[in-house]
C-alpha cells in the first residue's frame, strides 16, 4: 500500500485568544458606557438640585428683594414695588427723624410750649410723608442702578452686591449706598420668603420735609435761639452809659 500525503487545507486558528479577547473587550464596552451615562446622570441631577436649592435661598436674601424693587421701579411697576414698602414704618421712623431736627433748629430757644407744637405736628405729617415715600425711595433705588437704561433682571441681580452694602443679622437686615455724594440707608424685615423696606434714612429727604414742617411751627427768633448774639450790644450800652 503505497504512503499517502494527506495535506490539512484547514488550517487552525492561529489567534483563538486573540479573537476570544476582542471579542469580550467589545462585550464590555456597552456596560462601561452604561456605567458612565448613569454616572453623568446622577451628577446632572446633582447640579440640578443643588442649583435650585442655591436658587431658592438667594431667592430669600435681601439682595434679591432689592433686585425685584430696582427692577419694579425701573419698569415702574407700581403694585411689585408697593409689596416690598412698609409705608407705616417708613413714615413713622422718618417722622422721629423730621422732629428730632426740627427741635434741633431751635437750639436754646427750644422749651416745652415749642416741643409740644412739633410733636403735635408729626401725626398730620404722617399722610404727607406716605405720599412722599413711593416717589423717593423709587428714585433713589433708581440712581443706584447709575443709568438712564432699565438693566436686566440678571444684571441687577449680579450688580446689586457692588453697588450697595447689605449686612444681614437674623430677621433684619441694612443696606447703604452711595449716590451723588450722599448716603442713604434702607433698613429692611423679614417677610415670609422676601423682604419688606421699614426705613428709609436720607439726610437730603428729611431736610426737605422739616423745611415743610418748619412753616406751620413758630418762628424762631434769632435772639431767642441764640442770646449770646445780644451780649456784645448790651455790653456796649452799658458802657455809654457809665
Given at each position: 500500500m503505497g504512503n499517502r500525503i494527506v495535506v490539512n487545507l484547514e488550517a487552525p486558528p492561529q489567534n483563538?485568544?486573540?479573537?476570544?479577547?476582542?471579542?469580550?473587550?467589545?462585550?464590555?464596552?456597552?456596560?462601561?458606557?452604561?456605567?458612565?451615562?448613569?454616572?453623568?446622570?446622577?451628577?446632572?441631577?446633582?447640579?440640578?438640585?443643588?442649583?435650585?436649592?442655591?436658587?431658592?435661598?438667594?431667592?430669600?436674601?435681601?439682595?434679591?428683594?432689592l433686585a425685584l424693587m430696582i427692577d419694579a421701579a425701573q419698569r415702574n411697576d407700581v403694585a411689585e414695588f408697593e409689596k416690598r414698602i412698609d409705608h407705616e414704618s417708613i413714615a413713622k421712623n422718618m417722622a422721629a427723624a423730621v422732629s428730632q431736627k426740627a427741635a434741633g433748629r431751635y437750639g436754646l430757644a427750644l422749651d416745652s410750649s415749642i416741643q409740644q407744637r412739633i410733636d403735635g405736628a408729626m401725626p398730620a405729617l404722617l399722610p404727607r410723608l406716605k405720599q412722599t415715600i413711593h416717589?423717593?425711595?423709587?428714585?433713589?433705588?433708581?440712581?443706584?442702578?447709575?443709568?438712564?437704561?432699565?438693566q436686566p433682571f440678571i444684571?441687577?441681580?449680579?450688580?446689586?452686591?457692588?453697588?450697595?452694602?447689605?449686612?444681614?443679622?437674623?430677621?433684619?437686615?441694612?443696606?447703604?449706598?452711595?449716590?451723588?455724594?450722599?448716603?442713604?440707608?434702607?433698613?429692611?424685615?423679614?417677610?415670609?420668603?422676601?423682604w419688606k423696606v421699614t426705613e428709609f434714612k436720607d439726610d437730603v429727604v428729611v431736610q426737605r420735609v422739616v423745611d415743610s414742617v418748619m412753616k406751620d411751627l413758630p418762628a424762631i427768633r434769632?435772639?431767642?435761639?441764640?442770646?449770646?448774639?445780644k451780649s456784645p450790644a448790651r455790653n456796649k450800652r452799658s458802657r455809654r452809659n457809665r
Open positions: 483563538v485568544p486573540t479573537a476570544r479577547a476582542a471579542q469580550g473587550r467589545r462585550r464590555r464596552w456597552p456596560r462601561v458606557l452604561a456605567i458612565l451615562g448613569v454616572v453623568i446622570l446622577v451628577v446632572v441631577v446633582v447640579v440640578a438640585v443643588a442649583g435650585f436649592v442655591s436658587w431658592r435661598y438667594y431667592q430669600s436674601t435681601p439682595t434679591y428683594t416717589q423717593e425711595v423709587a428714585k433713589e433705588l433708581k440712581a443706584i442702578a447709575t443709568t438712564s437704561e432699565p444684571r441687577l441681580l449680579v450688580a446689586i452686591p457692588s453697588l450697595m452694602t447689605i449686612t444681614t443679622e437674623g430677621d433684619a437686615a441694612k443696606a447703604t449706598a452711595n449716590i451723588n455724594g450722599r448716603t442713604i440707608e434702607l433698613a429692611m424685615q423679614r417677610d415670609a420668603e422676601r434769632t435772639s431767642d435761639a441764640l442770646p449770646f448774639l
